[in-house]
């Protein structure tokens, strides 16, 4: 049992679960303010019951999905082209530097001014906040490309988009699928983010309603399932790379 | 095929700061022909192969095979590395097959011409491994077989061994030796191993460092029937501490 690489972070979950029904149990905090894990678990089962919770997940893994499939099919090629070509990475490098210091939250009125309330502005902002991190991951793995394979392809023949498609591609896989898995995180940040701003549904727009009624339980049910939602996609791109990467392991 | 190196110099950097790296080297190569370069560590040889392989081009000076002009790299010039060469996501076999297939062959062709590549190395038994499970010694004869596959008219050879642990260097030595009997392929070993030189090439150009030139070509009139007996004879041995020494000595004065 001690012996499964889970045990040990279980253990830790499970104690942490453990404190907070201690605490909530004794009567030393308010109830408002730390409700007991009995009382989350109920006003989960009440929104899920409500639907409330299926319409809020849909809504928001609909916009992570949307923004974070538009960033990682516009990334991919351009952190390629920049990785392989000297001249495209000193055009592109400073620019996309100096954008990607721009918090991407701080799009948010501009993009309400453009496209206004509805789901264009969100999942523009998961793209702006996802797509230069995920190009500069990318470029960095073409660079590590050994030398020895690229012209290894071209002593055998190979020509210029085949080094591309049959060298770098493959070589850069994993590096890709793990970029995409690190920057997933911000993705979930930022819808959160713009739902907090304006929205009529969603796992942030249902926290930001909860504030307002003082309902920490369902302030705490929301964070969790978007805690829960994150360790799902992790685990489903880990689990991607080892199938689809089997060689890198 | 007649591969000609004729007044090849490289300088890397430019202006005032440029350094020359090899200094007019001249040498020839025909079909059938197993050629060495052997020289320290700095005296170039390696860009010798690069500059042949069309990796980078000479700063004067031509490389022509078969009269043509090298300038780029192509298959008739097929090249093994010392080490990290193959694709660690594709198995032996797809590794072999991985240059037949830029080139467009019919997948017939690249079946049967895979499977006799793999076993002319003697590997079919490891087609389906990842390179990660081949030993280094596999992994070089994979990389060799991946070459010859591409049917290139000279094979460079690029510290093929250099990486391996000596035990197993000597009997790559000699299933390089046989694969070149048996095929009859055309050869050009880099190598820093004036034994391994000496074994396997028929003739042997000796290079000096700072800048990278050839100061001595040397012609191997030995026996070869029995490489291992050959490895331990007088005149052999006689042979590579001359020359061992004559390297010694080129090292010395310009360190």
């Known amino acids: ?249 | 095929m007649h591969l000609s190196i004729s007044g090849v110099s490289k300088s890397f950097g430019d202006g005032s700061r440029a350094k020359l790296v090899l200094d007019d080297i001249n040498f020839e190569l025909d079909s059938g022909e197993f050629v060495a370069l052997v020289g320290s560590s700095g005296s170039g040889k390696s860009t010798v192969m690069r500059l042949i392989a069309g990796l980078e081009r000479p700063s004067s000076g031509t490389i022509t095979v078969d009269g043509n002009p090298v300038r780029g790299p192509g298959s008739d010039r097929g090249m093994v590395f010392q080490k990290y060469s193959l694709y660690p996501w594709l198995s032996a076999a797809d590794n072999v097959a991985f240059g037949m297939r830029l080139q467009g062959r019919s997948r017939s062709e690249v079946r049967e011409r895979t499977g006799y590549f793999l076993e002319v190395v003697g590997l079919q038994d490891a087609a389906n491994r990842l390179p990660r499970e081949l030993s280094g010694g596999m992994q070089q004869r994979v990389a060799i077989a991946r070459a010859l596959a591409a049917d290139p008219k000279v094979l460079l050879l690029d510290e093929p061994f250099g990486a391996l642990d000596l035990q197993i260097r000597e009997s790559m030595q000699e299933f390089l030796f046989l694969l070149w009997e048996r095929t009859g392929l055309t050869a050009l070993l880099i190598t820093h191993d004036i034994e391994e030189a000496l074994l396997l090439a028929q003739r042997v150009h000796i290079m000096a460092p700072r800048p990278g030139r050839i100061v001595r070509t040397v012609e191997g009139e030995l026996d070869r029937s029995n490489l291992s007996h050959l490895r331990v004879s007088t005149p052999f041995l006689e042979l590579r501490e001359e020359l061992a020494q004559q390297l010694r000595s080129l090292d010395g004065t310009l360190v």
């Open chain 1, 1 to 249: 049992m001690l012996g499964h690489p889970w045990s040990l972070g279980i253990f830790g979950i499970l104690a942490v679960l453990l404190v907070w029904q201690l605490i909530a149990g004794s009567g030393l905090v308010d109830k408002l303010f730390l409700p007991s894990p009995e009382a989350v678990v109920k006003a989960g089962s009440d929104q899920y019951a409500r639907g409330i919770l299926i319409k809020d997940l849909v809504a928001s893994v609909g916009r992570v999905g949307a923004g974070f499939a538009l960033s990682a099919l516009v990334s991919l090629p351009i952190g390629i082209a920049m990785g392989c070509s000297r001249v495209i990475c000193q055009l592109l490098e400073p620019l996309i530097g100096l954008i990607r210091y721009m918090p991407a939250p701080a799009f948010i009125p501009l993009l309400i001014i453009y496209f206004g309330l509805g789901e264009e502005p969100k999942v523009l902002l998961i793209f702006i906040g996802t797509v230069f991190f995920n190009t500069l991951m990318i470029m960095d793995a073409v660079k590590f490309v050994p030398s020895e394979l690229r012209e290894t392809a071209l002593t055998l023949g190979g020509k210029g988009f085949q080094i591309v498609t049959q060298v770098v591609a493959p070589y850069i896989a994993p590096q890709v699928i793990d970029a995409y898995r690190i920057n997933m995180a911000s993705a979930w940040n930022l819808v959160i983010v713009a739902e907090l701003v304006a929205a009529n549904e969603g796992l942030g727009k249902r926290i930001s309603l909860a504030q307002r009624f003082l309902r920490t339980d369902e302030i705490f049910v929301g964070l969790i399932v978007i805690g829960l939602i994150g360790l799902a996609i992790d685990l489903g791109f880990r689990l991607l790379m080892r199938r689809a990467c089997a060689w890198a392991n």
